[in-house]
Nanobody, 119 residues
Framework: QVQLEESGGGLVQAGGSLKLSCAPS????????MGWFRQAPGKDREFVAA????????SYADSVKGRFTISRDNAKNTVYLQMNSLKSEDTAVYYC????????????WGQGTQVSVSS
């Protein structure tokens, strides 16, 4: 079974930075795009960023534009989320997701990694 393994979460001060990583394990699949979502306590899951594997076209939520950068390593099937100028509002569990197509629903999800920003 394909699993997505996340790393890089932690506790940081407001204004600081974190870099999240996500890579598949346990199997192989055709990778169309990967993305990041987050869920804060008491709130619904929200989209953060996504990247198409071929071409590298990116998309960001308005709340993180200019602060977060999504990137990928095609050889490793790994996606990264560089988070700069972190705010307390960014505190959430961050989930990695992958889709076998560039257009369809996400097929695989990570277990989530906690990002906590203190002010």
């Amino acid at each position: 079974q394909v699993q997505l393994e996340e790393s890089g979460g932690g506790l940081v001060q407001a204004g600081g930075s974190l870099k999240l990583s996500c890579a598949p394990s346990g199997g192989t699949f055709s990778l169309g795009r990967m993305g990041w979502f987050r869920q804060a306590p008491g709130k619904d899951r929200e989209f953060v960023a996504a990247i198409k594997w071929i071409g590298g076209l990116t998309s960001y939520a308005d709340s993180v534009k200019g602060r977060f950068t999504i990137s990928r390593d095609n050889a490793k099937n790994t996606v990264y989320l560089q988070m700069n100028s972190l705010k307390s509002e960014d505190t959430a569990v961050y989930y990695c997701a992958a889709s076998s197509s560039w257009w369809g629903s996400y097929d695989y999800w990570g277990q989530g990694t906690q990002v906590s920003v203190s002010s």
